[in-house]
């Protein structure tokens, strides 16, 4: 299965910036997906994010809140924008290999607060 | 809707002890259940389920689909505290935006479990 190297582990930032998560994956995929997992709660697709097109977001999910960059089959980056406290979470990417169905292999995830 | 629901929110048990951990569905285009154990980020993958009836096994864990009533159990037997995690159960199955149909996994919103020695 893939290996996926996320980046940054964690990161403590100020209200009203932006944080921009990276995820690389070792081997060429179609699908990657970004998922939001707030304390206590489970994990939440933001977005579903295929090389060359437009990311697809989820109900509750906005571009301009949560903007996707897809620039080739092994890279895909999300930012966090004009962060408030509610966005402290923990964020993870997943990519979807093989025939259907998919096994799925996470990023090692972000733990984001914001203060 | 689409709806992942897992039962009980949580469970502590002590070693030795077996535990069994449910998850139903409600989802359209239904294509696998998947198993996973979380104990610090990442969800690290245990099963997946495509049949029903068909028990999958690994070491001290199983778990099994049942089509019909729309639910798994993932089973962990002679429960270590190795096994304290996160137990979140997925479902992946199609959705459809725009006129487009994509797979997305929806999770339950997991199981707690706690082995004290």
């Known amino acids: 299965s893939a290996v996926i190297s996320q980046k940054p582990s964690r990161d403590i930032c100020q209200r009203g910036t932006s944080l921009t998560i990276q995820c690389q994956v070792d081997?060429?995929?179609?699908?990657m997906f970004w998922y939001r997992q707030q304390p206590g709660q489970s994990l939440t697709l933001i977005a579903t994010a295929n090389q060359g097109s437009e990311a697809t977001y989820e109900s509750g999910f906005v571009i301009d809140k949560f903007p996707i960059s897809r620039p080739n089959l092994t890279f895909s980056t999300l930012t966090v924008s004009n962060m408030s406290p509610e966005d402290s979470s923990i964020y993870l990417c997943?990519?979807?290999?093989?025939?259907?169905?998919?096994?799925?292999?996470f990023g090692s995830g972000t733990r984001l607060t914001v203060v | 809707e689409d709806k992942v629901v897992q039962s009980p929110l949580s469970l502590v048990v002590h070693e030795g002890d077996t535990v069994t951990l449910n998850c139903s569905y409600e989802v359209t285009n239904f294509r696998s259940l998947l198993w996973y154990k979380q104990e610090k980020k990442a969800p690290t993958f245990l099963f997946m389920l495509t049949s029903s009836g068909i028990e999958k096994k690994s070491g001290r864990l199983s778990s099994i689909l049942d089509k019909k009533e729309l639910s798994s159990i993932l089973n962990i037997t002679a429960t270590q505290t190795g096994d304290s995690a996160i137990y979140l159960c997925?479902?992946?199955?199609?959705?459809?935006?725009?006129?487009?149909?994509?797979?997305?996994?929806?999770f339950g919103q997991g199981t707690i479990l706690t082995v004290h020695p």
């Open positions: 997925a479902v992946d199955h199609l959705a459809n935006a725009g006129g487009t149909s994509y797979g997305k996994l929806t």
């Open positions: 997943s990519v979807g290999q093989g025939r259907i169905p998919y096994g799925y292999t």
């Open positions: 081997s060429q995929v179609t699908m």
